[in-house]
């Protein structure tokens, strides 16, 4: 159904390219220099993942279980330059 994935696939992890990160040199100095290179591509991917799919950010590391519109709402604000939202009091 739609509305369970309310991404287009084409869009949808657009920014995470390769999730598996190799090893350059097998030497001391290169392995403290690569492996902090590697966490910090590891940063890189899981940040642009979660600016893309900020539901997912609030569901995994917050712990939060949100509602369809709720997710519907994050994504339009992450994603939007201009968005407005009139909330009533039944919400």
């Given amino acids: 159904m739609w509305s369970e994935k309310f991404e287009h696939s084409d869009?949808?992890?657009k920014n995470v390219k390769n999730l598996k990160l190799q090893v350059k040199n097998n030497n001391k100095q290169s392995d403290l220099v690569t492996k902090n290179e590697r966490i910090m591509d590891g940063v890189a991917v899981?940040?642009?993942f979660y600016r893309s799919n900020p539901h997912k950010f609030?569901?995994?590391y917050l712990d939060i279980n949100l509602r369809l519109f709720q997710k519907v709402?994050?994504?339009s604000m992450m994603h939007n330059n201009h968005f407005m939202y009139c909330a009533a009091r039944g919400i």
């Fill in 11 to 13: 869009k949808k992890n």
């Fill in 46 to 48: 899981w940040a642009s």
């Fill in 58 to 60: 609030c569901e995994d």
């Fill in 73 to 75: 709402l994050l994504y």
